[in-house]
T-cell receptor, first 114, second 113 residues
Framework: DAGVIQSPRHEVTEMGQEVTLRCKPI?????LFWYRQTMMRGLELLIY????????DSGMPEDRFSAKMPNASFSTLKIQPSEPRDSAVYFC????????????FGPGTRLTVT | GNSVTQMEGPVTLSEEAFLTINCTYT??????LFWYVQYPGEGLQLLLK?????DKGSNKGFEATYRKETTSFHLEKGSVQVSDSAVYFC????????????FGKGITLSVRP
């Protein structure tokens, strides 16, 4: 069974450019989470969706960040315009609502903004 | 609100040493508890979980027991290997209507041969 799929795995871009990160959750999972991980700030939850609806976006740093989930099998995280301080590893995770709610993480996208 | 406190790191051990990583939590209700592991260059993986008080989660030689009386979920392994070098995160399950986990800050374990 395929796990959470993220693309691209690595992204290098220049300051001011638009960046789009993509995630395909595990089939049958109805919650999806976007995290950011840096050495300085550790692991931060940016936003999460239940049944494709954004539930909590309080972790989104600012208006430059936006996330969408148009259907149960796809989500995007967009940064426009990007800045060097956005450099981090971005993880997508999914879970099934109910039960113990364990999350399954993708391999991450390493973003470098120069 | 809910919170997770992990012991400060990093931790460096010799191969075959005994490992304990402390985790305590604050929560209303009785959430599930988790340990996740992140190997270098990878995403987080679920290592083990416990869903109710006195449950013991175990996997790959690691164990943790859900202790309601001490609000703890300490991770232990009797004999660590070099391949156990990773970052370990304790996490608290959701309570109520939300679905999100509450993660601790993580602790880096390095095991030397």
């Amino acid at each position: 069974d395929a796990g959470v799929i993220q693309s691209p795995r690595h992204e290098v871009t220049e300051m001011g450019q638009e960046v789009t990160l993509r995630c395909k959750p595990i089939s049958g999972h109805n919650s999806l989470f976007w995290y950011r991980q840096t050495m300085m700030r550790g692991l931060e939850l940016l936003i999460y969706f239940n049944n494709n609806v954004p539930i909590d976006d309080s972790g989104m740093p600012e208006d430059r960040f936006s996330a969408k989930m148009p259907n149960a099998s796809f989500s995007t995280l967009k940064i426009q315009p990007s800045e060097p301080r956005d450099s981090a590893v971005y993880f997508c995770a999914s879970s099934r609502q109910g039960g113990s709610y364990e999350q399954y993480f993708g391999p991450g996208t390493r973003l470098t903004v120069t | 609100g809910n919170s997770v406190t992990q012991m400060e790191g990093p931790v460096t051990l010799s191969e075959e040493a005994f490992l304990t990583i402390n985790c305590t939590y604050t929560a209303t209700g009785y959430p599930s508890l988790f340990w996740y592991v992140q190997y270098p260059g990878e995403g987080l993986q679920l290592l083990l979980k416990a869903t109710k008080a006195d449950d013991k989660g175990s996997n790959k030689g690691f164990e943790a027991t859900y202790r309601k009386e001490t609000t703890s979920f300490h991770l232990e392994k009797g004999s660590v290997q070099v391949s156990d070098s990773a970052v370990y995160f304790c996490a608290l399950g959701p309570i109520g209507a939300n679905s999100k986990l509450t993660f601790g800050k993580g602790i880096t374990l390095s095991v030397r041969p």
